[in-house]
């Protein structure tokens, strides 16, 4: 008999999630960023969605909004146990600052300063030489 496979389509991100890290980071020095469980749960279906995904996400977004974003999603990590790795949207948020030359010289040692992720802020070496 023949495994019968799951195939989980690619989350989507919506004005939900805007929502939610616009909260998230207005509680940035609250306990678990004020987050309730259900919300933490609809923030953990999207933390491992593709660089695309997330680069048509944050498309419109000002570098201002990106920047606290990438901090509520480098906390997220830590503080609600979602661990992603090189995974993580932080590194794909990262990058797309450094494109637009608007990623501020003081980020870098922030998200260092909170996390234990080893790929923030910039991806694995592998990904950074592909």
Known sequence: MGEI?????????SQQHRDI??????????P???MEAKTQQTIR????????IWLDFVDQETTTRIIRWIKVLTLIEEVLGFEVG?????ITLVRLLKKRNAYPNDL????????????????????RLS
């Not at 890290?21 to 609250?30: E, K, N, Y």
């Not at 090189?86 to 932080?90: F, G, L, R, T, Y």
């Open 45 to 52: 279906s999207v933390m491992q969605a593709s660089p695309q």
């Open 108 to 127: 870098t040692e922030w998200i260092k300063l909170h996390t234990k992720n080893r790929f923030l802020p910039y991806g694995s070496l592998a990904d």
């Open 86 to 90: 090189a995974k993580s949207p932080v």
């Open 21 to 30: 890290l616009d909260r998230a980071a207005d509680a940035i020095d609250r």
């Open 32 to 34: 678990g960023l004020a």
């Open 5 to 13: 496979g799951s195939w989980d389509p690619e989350p989507k991100l």
